[in-house]
């Protein structure tokens, strides 16, 4: 054996073939004519593309190994020469010594993962509270019966490309400033996969996936909110050749509430009281979350002020308890008096000593573009 393949890229006979890429790999990137243009570098650059193009193709290192020379033009099985009696190798296991990546090689699985699916589901109020159980209908993509996914007709199989034996590509073989160059691509016959199916199931015309409408039970924890995404692993689309299903993203959609108005965990609400309720005191019913209570309003309360029921919001998506209920107090005076109300106000105002109130006056409460006006004039 006139070359020792082995000893030119420097690794061992039992040497796997990621340790005789990454030794290709560093070698090239060193002594590569356009790094290093000595003649002596560049007979040591073809010596190692043609260790590589033996000790890369198994049919070839097989030949090797038995005694006999790939490359050479008696030697049993010999391929193309570049640079004298090697060949040039993969042009894109050159472009991964300098960049990096490492090609795939040999065919593509005709098996992939589906994609992620997602649909919204509305919740009222209490539901998103207490969380709740839904069943919902989903569209998705779902292994063929007919076929079992392989994309076959029953009764057929797929069969090897013809074209590239099984590769998944083919190799091509072009002249340039380095010599003889060989670059492969996906096969065109088969589309990289190195198998054909000559007759499709005529149920998924050969995809090994079909849509089906499916019913699905899902367990809504308590405390979700508007916007939030429960993940069910699995239940998503399933993939090319029937491959395994991507998952399935339930998006919640909290409906509005006649009453409540939700702000992280706490609810609110309104109530508006005539001013004689707010000056004597009332008790108003309101029907919360967790039934009918009553909300007692003390005398003398003004229009603005909250009463807070603790404990009475939503629940705690992580961790124990739930948020608040606060009710805001609307006081409304009013507007249309008859002769005898207004006299009875007129005798309050006198017993009260407000006839003639001075009032009491302070610097506007400006809103929210008020001020943001304010801040971009400087004042």
Do not use: W
């Amino acid at each position: 054996m006139a070359t020792d393949y082995y000893a030119v890229l420097g690794v061992r006979r039992d040497a796997s073939q990621d340790e005789i890429k990454k030794a290709f790999r560093r070698l090239a990137r060193e002594l590569h004519p356009d790094v290093n243009p000595d003649p002596k570098t560049q007979e040591r650059f073809k010596e190692i593309n043609a260790a590589y193009e033996v000790l890369s193709d198994p049919q070839k290192k097989q030949v090797y190994d038995l005694g006999g020379d790939p490359l050479s033009s008696s030697g049993g099985g010999g391929g193309a020469g570049g640079f004298g009696a090697g060949g040039f190798g993969n042009f894109s296991d050159i472009m991964d010594a300098f960049f990096g990546q490492a090609s795939q090689r040999g065919p593509r699985s005709r098996t992939r993962r589906g994609q992620d699916a997602m649909i919204r589901l509305d919740l009222e109020l209490d539901e998103a509270a207490f969380g709740t159980t839904k069943d919902i209908q989903v569209d998705t993509a779902v292994v063929c019966t007919t076929c079992s996914g392989e994309g076959a007709a029953p009764g057929t199989s797929a069969q090897t490309c013809d074209m590239c034996r099984g590769r998944g590509e083919v190799s091509q073989v072009t002249r340039s400033f380095l010599g003889q160059v060989m670059t492969s691509r996906p096969c065109p016959q088969c589309q990289g996969f190195g198998t054909v199916v000559p007759t499709p199931c005529p149920e998924c015309a050969g995809d090994g996936r079909v849509r089906s409408r499916r019913s699905l039970t899902v367990k809504i924890p308590a405390g979700v909110e508007n916007g939030t995404r429960i993940q069910l692993a699995g239940e998503g689309e399933v993939g090319p050749g029937g491959g395994p299903a991507g998952d399935l993203y339930v998006e919640i959609h909290e409906l509005s509430h006649p009453t409540f108005q939700r702000r992280g965990d706490d609810l609110h609400c309104t109530v508006t009281i005539p001013m004689t309720a707010a000056a004597l005191g009332t008790k108003c019913p309101l029907e919360t979350l967790d039934g009918m209570e009553e909300i007692d309003i003390r005398p003398g309360t003004g229009s603005g002020q909250s009463i807070p029921l603790h404990g009475r919001g939503v629940t705690h998506l992580r961790g124990g308890g739930r948020g608040d209920l606060i009710v805001h107090v609307e006081v409304t005076t009013p507007s249309k008096l008859d002769a005898q109300q207004e006299e009875l106000l007129r005798q309050l105002a006198k017993l009260r000593g407000e006839e003639r109130p001075m009032g009491q006056f302070a610097p506007g409460q400006q809103g929210l573009f008020s001020r943001l006006k304010d801040a971009f004039n400087g004042r």
